[in-house]
């Protein structure tokens, strides 16, 4: 029996609730920074966050993740987990710090907000990789041993 089977659907899991929090998060942020006619770097970071986290819910969504097995998926995810919450850190504390206009303000905490879901879904993610390795992104070494019998 595969491990994959007995595991609850990505979509009823913790990680695609953090996901889809940071995923809504990230928008409002961008559609504050689009209203407030921000400057363009606040709203391409925001932009591009919420894509590449759009990216992975539909890779994790639809098992892309185990029909591409030649990438390790779940070391991108910290990876991009890592590296967005720097600039959206940066992001934020620049909004906050040099205009006061209100749009951009709230964009700066909803970035904000964005950077300590990123953290949590980084760390669940990471925590995953360190306990179980083998369960749900190795390929079964258990089929692997049958076929070679």
Same mark, same amino acid.
Request: charged share 20%; glycine share 4%; net charge negative.
């Given at each position: 029996m595969?491990?994959?089977?007995?595991?609850?659907?990505?979509?009823?899991?913790?990680?695609?609730?953090?996901?889809?929090? =940071?995923l809504?998060? #990230?928008?409002?942020?961008?559609?504050?920074f689009?209203?407030?006619?921000?400057?363009?770097?606040?709203?391409?970071?925001?932009?591009?966050?919420?894509?590449?986290?759009?990216?992975?819910?539909i890779?994790?969504?639809?098992?892309?993740?185990?029909?591409?097995?030649?990438?390790?998926?779940?070391?991108?995810?910290?990876?991009?987990?890592?590296?967005?919450?720097?600039?959206?850190?940066?992001?934020?504390?620049?909004?906050?710090?040099?205009?006061?206009? #209100?749009?951009?303000?709230?964009?700066?905490?909803c970035?904000?907000?964005?950077?300590?879901?990123?953290i949590?879904?980084?760390a669940?993610?990471? =925590?995953?990789?360190r306990?179980?390795?083998? /369960?749900?992104? /190795?390929?079964?070494?258990?089929?692997? /041993?049958? /076929?070679?019998s």
């Amino acid at each position: 029996m595969e491990s994959s089977e007995s595991e609850s659907p990505f979509c009823f899991s913790l990680n695609c609730l953090l996901k889809t929090l =940071r995923l809504v998060v #990230t928008v409002l942020s961008m559609i504050f920074f689009i209203m407030a006619q921000a400057p363009e770097p606040f709203i391409v970071v925001t932009g591009f966050e919420a894509t590449v986290v759009l990216f992975f819910i539909i890779l994790y969504t639809f098992k892309l993740d185990q029909m591409m097995k030649w990438l390790f998926w779940p070391l991108f995810d910290v990876i991009n987990s890592m590296v967005a919450t720097l600039f959206m850190i940066i992001v934020s504390i620049l909004a906050m710090i040099t205009d006061t206009k #209100t749009y951009i303000l709230l964009g700066g905490v909803c970035g904000l907000l964005a950077v300590v879901c990123t953290i949590a879904d980084g760390a669940l993610i990471y =925590r995953k990789l360190r306990r179980r390795p083998s /369960e749900p992104y /190795e390929k079964d070494t258990s089929r692997d /041993e049958s /076929e070679e019998s």
